[in-house]
């Protein structure tokens, strides 16, 4: 689960900002938490401001860390420094994220210069139950130190690992991180005792995951399409948000009618992804692999083995006695039904969704129905949620905690995060009327409009 995440100098922020999801100075709603050791962790966190503000910025900051991190290298395309004033333009950028992954919490940071699109810095630091600090590597380029604090227990696996690390320190454009999960895995397989370097590095390819409101993700692929047997769980949430499908059906169809405008070499990229993916040795042999894709406009369920792809089923949705519709043909309100109620459905645990601008396409009603039953208590569930989002009927102190709601402000071109529970004394009283305090402008969260008199 994810603990903390600072960045400074990305796009709209310029001094260091972050979103800690460690509870504050709140009170109650025990159902809304997580442990990692004695602390306590919020299972939700939603950003509120104006438009321009920066709520998206610092989503897109956590989203660029994970693709570095898995990429390994800087990709100067998507990245830029705050402009605000031109000294930001020669400062470095750095992210850090704090998790608890495996029963232990790790800092895991890396700073990037924009200029000369070369990684500076990057560190791994351990944090026991006691909150004590233990280094397992750092390379800092700027003070040309280099130390990996790690003893295998196998002395060739500890060679080979100094080897790495050292080949790694001879280059400024990568992260170790990603270094030693790329083609490196029996390293772990040898000794169990490295196996954090692959949680840590596995925990951002597949626990934190991202929805954007107008463009692809690495959330939102539908993977409840996958698990058929959660099925009534997934119509009684639709029931809830009157979403009139009360059934979904999976029908077979042809690879020449999923791929009919899909370009060739694209089908031939598909078809070598699955292979690799059976490969993989933690898929059993003779077992079939299955994985939700998009194609087009529609969904499919493909199904494969060593051989390649054996069967294509789509999902037809039946509305009561109102006919069946593939997934093209439903509404953008039901789509995007339809992609965050993964988060609910999705027998996953541990997983950290970060979801930007919520509301977009959604009545407000279903806004706030959609956030009640994740934190429903009767059906709880182990994973993180952080929003963006405009919604102000969620703030209400009946529904969240203070320590649930981040507002954010642009001053002279910096965008600024404070939580409700850090507000001074007296602006955020138990019985104070969030909404109306936040829509009258008292956390600075809403934008100058120039109001017209009516003639």
């Not at 690390?165 to 990603?178: G, H, R, V």
Request: hydrophobic share 35%; net charge neutral.
């Amino acid at each position: 689960m994810l603990l903390n995440f600072s960045v400074e100098n990305f796009a709209s922020i310029g001094k260091r900002q972050s979103l800690n999801l460690i509870t504050g100075k709140a009170r109650g709603k025990s159902s809304h938490l997580l442990k990692a050791y004695k602390q306590s962790v919020l299972k939700f966190t939603s950003i509120y401001g104006g438009n321009a503000a920066g709520k998206s910025t610092i989503i897109k900051a956590m989203h660029f860390g994970k693709k570095m991190i898995l990429n390994g290298y800087l990709d100067k395309r998507f990245m830029s420094t705050n402009r605000s004033n031109e000294v930001w333009s020669r400062k470095p950028t750095e992210f850090i994220y704090t998790v608890f992954i495996d029963k232990k919490i790790y800092e895991y940071g890396f700073t990037l210069s924009w200029q000369d699109e070369r990684v500076i810095k990057e560190w791994l630091v351990e944090i026991n139950s006691r909150m004590e600090q233990k280094q397992i590597f750092v390379r800092d380029f700027t003070e040309n130190r280099f130390e990996l604090k790690v003893n295998a227990k196998n002395s060739e696996i500890d060679k080979r690992l100094s080897i790495y690390f050292s080949d790694a320190s001879n280059e400024k454009n990568i992260l170790f991180l990603n270094e030693i999960n790329s083609k490196k895995g029996n390293l772990f397989e040898s000794d169990p005792s490295l196996q954090y370097f692959k949680f840590l590095y596995r925990w951002f390819l597949t626990k934190m995951k991202f929805v954007y409101p107008n463009s692809s993700s690495d959330l939102g692929m539908y993977s409840f399409l996958n698990y058929p047997e959660n099925n009534d769980k997934l119509y009684n949430c639709l029931l809830q948000l009157d979403i009139p499908i009360n059934k979904m059906s999976y029908v077979d169809i042809s690879t020449e009618q999923a791929f009919k405008d899909v370009p060739d070499s694209v089908v031939e990229e598909i078809e070598t992804d699955f292979k690799e993916m059976y490969q993989r040795k933690d898929i059993q042999e003779g077992k079939s692999i299955s994985v939700v894709m998009r194609l087009g406009d529609n969904y499919y369920i493909i199904k494969a083995n060593a051989d390649g792809i054996q069967n294509i089923r789509t999902v037809q949705f039946t509305h009561g006695k109102h006919g069946q519709y593939e997934f093209k043909e439903e509404s953008d309100g039901t789509k995007r039904i339809l992609e965050l109620l993964e988060m609910i459905t999705s027998p996953e645990q541990d997983v950290t969704y970060i979801v930007d601008e919520i509301d977009r396409s959604l009545h407000p009603l279903l806004t706030e129905q959609l956030v009640s039953m994740y934190l429903n208590p009767e059906t709880p569930n182990f994973n993180q949620l952080i929003i963006t989002t405009h919604e102000s009927r969620l703030l209400n102190l009946r529904k969240l905690r203070k320590d649930e709601i981040y507002f954010v402000t642009n001053r002279n071109g910096e965008s600024e995060f404070i939580r409700l529970d850090e507000y001074e004394y007296g602006k955020s009283r138990s019985d104070l009327n969030i909404e109306l305090a936040y829509l009258s402008g008292r956390y600075n969260g809403v934008p100058n409009i120039i109001k017209y008199e009516d003639n």
